[in-house]
Nanobody, 121 residues
Framework: QVQLVESGGGLVQAGGSLRLSCTAS????????MRWYRQAPGKQRELVAT???????NYADAVKGRFTISRDNAKNTMYLQMNSLTPDDTATYLC???????????????WGQGTQVTVSS
């Protein structure tokens, strides 16, 4: 009913930048809070950044000042601009969104499949 697809991951050297995108499609009435998570091998999933439908943002301490979350509600798309990347940022980045689904007239939590970010030293 609703699909989230991430893109923009890749291999980058330490100090470099990447911009991730997460686009939602399907039976969408509206989208609520959207979040970026990341998960590195052997580690728990970590909340990276949050953005409300009104544009209020929140960040994990580890990424404050380096990452910027944004969204384009007209395009059902969320972004994560990542600057000054370090090897510790290496992980699979996943997007999550609260979505009100038209087909079922109910809210769900939708997840993407993830995009790999690898930062070399």
């Amino acid at each position: 009913q609703v699909q989230l697809v991430e893109s923009g991951g890749g291999l980058v050297q330490a100090g470099g930048s990447l911009r991730l995108s997460c686009t939602a499609s399907g039976s969408i009435v509206t989208m609520y809070v959207m979040r970026w998570y990341r998960q590195a091998p052997g580690k728990q999933r970590e909340l990276v950044a949050t953005i409300t439908s009104g544009g209020s943002t929140n960040y994990a301490d580890a990424v404050k000042g380096r990452f910027t979350i944004s969204r384009d509600n007209a395009k059902n798309t969320m972004y994560l601009q990542m600057n000054s990347l370090t090897p510790d940022d290496t992980a699979t980045y996943l997007c999550n969104a609260g979505v009100f689904v038209k087909a079922t007239n109910s809210p769900i939590q939708a997840w993407g499949q993830g995009t790999q970010v690898t930062v070399s030293s």
